[in-house]
């Protein structure tokens, strides 16, 4: 199963964000989103998650068009989380992890819903203050809590926007290893925003390059070159190979 973006234009109100956006998002793979601030990537991200409708195109998952399911047929298949909000409700930690099976529960959560509730705290190793209030925690707990809520929706697509901003390094390794290694063994399709390249570059598996609402590239971590960092960011950077991995250097 494929995400199929095709001729995206989206915006708000007379402003248009995103031009011509098309894309394909295979299972498995973690899809990185970059470019500066303003370029669309959250936009798209919207468009996705249906809280943005677009002026024009079409994004199908599989054989389906996704624009035509209702809201809840489409929570059963893309769980997008925002960025960080410091709005936090005084629930416990299960509990705020149980509210992502909310698509499939019609009046009370039943023993498949506790499971993967259960299952999901394991993935992420929060066993230790999974009936902690929410609001107690440090940041780094809160925003893994927030992203087992979205993995415990169980979806076919998995949408992050800006998962691991101001988290520390520590926290930023854990997260990510564990939204690549459920991607893979999932067959997820992801497509997380991130600011740190080479982050993205650790972790990601394919990538798109965002400027002014125009895809300026696309592909595996041999799109990023200096090259394209100088159209993008206006910046001066070198590309250099570190245990098999791309790193990039600001000069």
Do not use: W
Not at 219 to 239: M, N, W
């Amino acid at each position: 199963m494929t995400l199929t973006i095709n001729s995206i234009s989206a915006g708000y109100d007379s402003s248009i964000i995103l031009h011509d956006i098309s894309v394909e998002l295979k299972q498995g793979l973690v899809t990185a989103l970059i470019g500066p601030n303003g370029s669309g990537k959250s936009t798209l991200l919207k468009v996705i998650a249906g809280i943005v409708k677009p002026y024009a195109g079409i994004i199908r998952l599989g054989d389906i068009n996704v624009d035509e399911l209702k809201g809840t047929q489409r929570a059963q298949l893309i769980a997008y989380l925002p960025q960080a909000s410091n709005s936090l409700p005084s629930t416990t930690v299960f509990e705020s992890i149980l509210l992502g099976r909310k698509p499939y529960i019609s009046f009370e959560p039943d023993s498949e819903d506790l499971a993967v509730v259960e299952d999901t705290i394991k993935i992420f190793n929060i066993e230790q203050y999974a009936f902690k209030k929410i609001n107690e925690l440090s940041g780094g707990e809160i925003q893994k809590v927030l992203i087992a809520r979205a993995i415990a929706q169980r979806t076919k697509v998995l949408l992050l926007d800006e998962p691991i901003n101001h988290l520390d390094v520590k926290n930023q390794l854990e997260i990510m290893n564990i939204v690549k290694h459920y991607t893979a063994s999932s067959g997820l399709i992801t497509m997380v925003v991130l600011h740190d390249i080479n982050r993205a570059l650790q972790f990601a598996d394919e990538f798109i390059l965002l400027k002014d609402g125009y895809i300026i590239e696309r592909g595996s971590s041999e799109v990023i070159t200096p090259h394209v960092l100088h159209e993008i960011y206006g910046i001066e950077a070198d590309c250099i190979t570190y245990k098999k991995k791309r790193k990039i250097i600001i000069i």
